[in-house]
């Protein structure tokens, strides 16, 4: 199974466009399905648009369904850090694309993007894996 | 790999069941994995009961979470618009289910749907794609 | 396809730690990819750090973004069933983890976990499907 890590410098973003590092992954490959995978407890990975204010418009509502408030009875981190422990169950950090001659099969305005609420670690990996389809 | 589009007129409708056009698919293939996906920025796939009522219960509550209101920064479209780029992150357009023997493998309860809460695009398409189990 | 089912009970509990039983199953497989699959119309599936109060949170979360009040249209069980048949909707009951040598790769603080909030029924099951990697 072809495999590879990437990393990711979030920095002090919170949703960072993967797409572009998860299609030069499967430039290698040909037909079948790619898992992309973040091993993270705090992150998710989702498909959506990027670059009209919808990255804004997610962390809003992020912060508004799993606000960073004192109701979580997780026991680490600093107040509201239950929130991101939240998240990955509602944002998954496994999602599959189909590949086909090399290319993540996306709709025109499909990106890739890592979600992650939490400021306090900003390195961050996420892992491909592809599975060809048998001859 | 085996892939097909499939056509969706979603009209007015915004809770689709495909399972049966995602059954036909799948009678063609053998043992594997069938990726269903939607190649759009708004629209999402779901596993869920249909038919008892539940398909209208899942229109208020998107509503309810992800309100059509003047609160979001997205840029184009109808006042609300923004809503629907938020809803593919939590229903995500990419759904994995097994196959065998030409069957996907679903409970007795469930059914595919195309969850679609932009009544401004009627049409609309889902792509299958089929890896087998290498013998 | 290597395929098992396993039973699950739930008891009283909402949140149930199924990794170790996926783990088994991959065991005997070699690289590919494991769909991890509840045949349920009112369960989940979701990767999250457990045994630090985030099931809690996470039951918490559930009830107040799906109340079990009375303002479902669902037709059966009893007052606010309803919720159960949203909940899949936003955790889905389909789960892709990538395997290799025959170990589920997970990142240090993730476990798969099976989400159930409908307590009527102590009795689960849980599919894996493993699609090897062709050589």
Not at 11 to 19: L, W
């Amino acid at each position: 199974m072809r495999f590879t890590e990437i990393a990711i410098d979030t920095g002090s973003r919170k949703i960072i466009d993967i797409t572009d590092k998860v299609r030069e992954f499967c430039r290698d490959q040909g037909d079948g399905l790619c898992l992309v995978f973040a091993p993270h407890a705090t992150a998710g990975l989702a498909l959506m648009e990027t670059g009209s204010g919808s990255e804004s418009d997610l962390e809003d509502t992020l912060e508004r369904l799993f606000p960073h408030k004192d109701i979580y009875k997780h026991r680490h981190g600093s107040v509201g850090h239950g929130a991101n422990h939240i998240l990955p169950v509602f944002v998954s950090p496994s999602l599959t694309v189909a590949v086909r001659k090399g290319l993540p099969v996306l709709g025109t305005w499909q990106s890739i993007v890592f979600v992650d609420m939490n400021a306090d670690n900003p390195h961050r990996r996420v892992q491909c894996s592809f599975v060809g389809s048998p001859q």
